[in-house]
């Protein structure tokens, strides 16, 4: 017969939690023999050491240990947090990382101002961030990985309900992309910042020049001035530009 010891000796391979399954089967196992001052079956005991073994799993889970840098990987990361302009809901994002995968990735939530359960403001896969609402709160726009480069997308809000209503339509179409979107106090306009070459004129300019870098044999660079680099990305001689677009433009273009 399996000796109920060694069973749990073999199932619990954490030291602590073997250790307390052991002693608590101990104390068990003497209660129940000064209790009823008799000896069991052998299967009894063998029975009450699967019980005990049930246990590990629960035990284990709430097993302390160091907070790790997998542990801080798995938290998500609360970000740019927006009230809605009539005070009962706020919109964030949250990042999850992959280490695995070495990426990482951004969604939008929303919870009640007073409180509450948050939830997933949209379900798609896409990378999101950076909400704003629109000043009568009606609408909402974001920075969205949907396409690459980065552009900004734009839904209409319910404020009863603090979900999105229908479909999310891109509004900018620039190819160098759409970054940090505010809007006009008016609602009519949004501003945002795109990196560009200083001397091109138009989009079609700076489209033309990437494309041009991009099919370049060459690839060593030279650099006359300071911030050449932002993080693992070479600024290409670029410089960030405020842009204007109409707020009723869907995929469509304004300086």
Known sequence: MIDPIALLNLTARDSSVRARLTSLYGLTRFWICRTFRTNLPPMFWKALAFSFVFAVSALAQNAKHPFTFEDMMKLKRVDEPVPSPDGK???FSTTDVDLEANTKI???????ANGGESKRLSETPNHEERPRFSPDGKRLIWTSKATDPTQIW?????S?????AGKPHQVTDI???ADGGIWSPDGKNLVFVSAVY???????????RDEELKKSKVKAKIFTRLFYRHWNAFTEFKRSHLFVVSADA???FGE
Do not use: Y
Request: charged letters at 25%; glycine letters at 6%; one cysteine or more.
């Open 89 to 91: 809901w706020v919109v």
């Open 106 to 112: 951004s969604h939008l939530w929303i919870v009640p």
């Open 154 to 158: 734009m839904c209409d809000f319910n």
């Open 160 to 164: 009863d309900s603090g979900a999105l």
């Open 175 to 177: 190819s160098t992309g």
């Open 198 to 208: 200083p001397d091109c004129k138009d989009d079609t300019c700076n489209k033309q």
């Open 250 to 252: 869907k995929r469509e």
